[in-house]
Nanobody, 128 residues
Framework: LQLVESGGGFVQPGESLTLTCRVS????????TGWFRQAPGKEREAVSC????????RYADSVKGRFTVSRDNAKNTVYLQMNSVKLEETGSYYC??????????????????????WGQGTPVTVSS
């Protein structure tokens, strides 16, 4: 699989942004997908994940109620709607695909080791 993120950019605190991950390759509809972010000088952290059907989602506590993950399998696309963004959410955002039930438990959703394919990331800068 190949994953390509887009939609990053500059936003002010409190604004909204939608990230897109387009996937190419056979069998993607079988893969769960996750979003991770990495701030400068920090480790990559999980943001959200969604099952292969889109029927199950999980979120990091810090983004619950503000971010929404969704997918359109017909368009081979996964979205991350980010509302009320915060300064500390600056970083590169990555989507990843997992050939496993990562939405089963939070720990799996959060673990980068569960994911088999990664995109190159899209930068998001939250600044006033």
């Amino acid at each position: 699989l190949q994953l390509v993120e887009s939609g990053g950019g500059f936003v002010q605190p409190g604004e909204s942004l939608t990230l897109t991950c387009r996937v190419s390759g056979v069998g993607w509809e079988k893969y769960a997908t996750g979003w991770f972010r990495q701030a400068p000088g920090k480790e990559r952290e999980a943001v959200s994940c969604i099952s292969n059907t889109g029927g199950s989602t999980r979120y990091a506590d810090s983004v619950k109620g503000r971010f929404t993950v969704s997918r359109d399998n017909a368009k081979n696309t996964v979205y991350l709607q980010m509302n009320s963004v915060k300064l500390e959410e600056t970083g590169s955002y990555y989507c990843a695909a997992a050939d496993g039930p990562v939405t089963l438990i939070q720990a799996m959703c959060d673990s980068a080791k569960e994911y088999d394919y990664w995109g190159q990331g899209t930068p998001v800068t939250v600044s006033s």
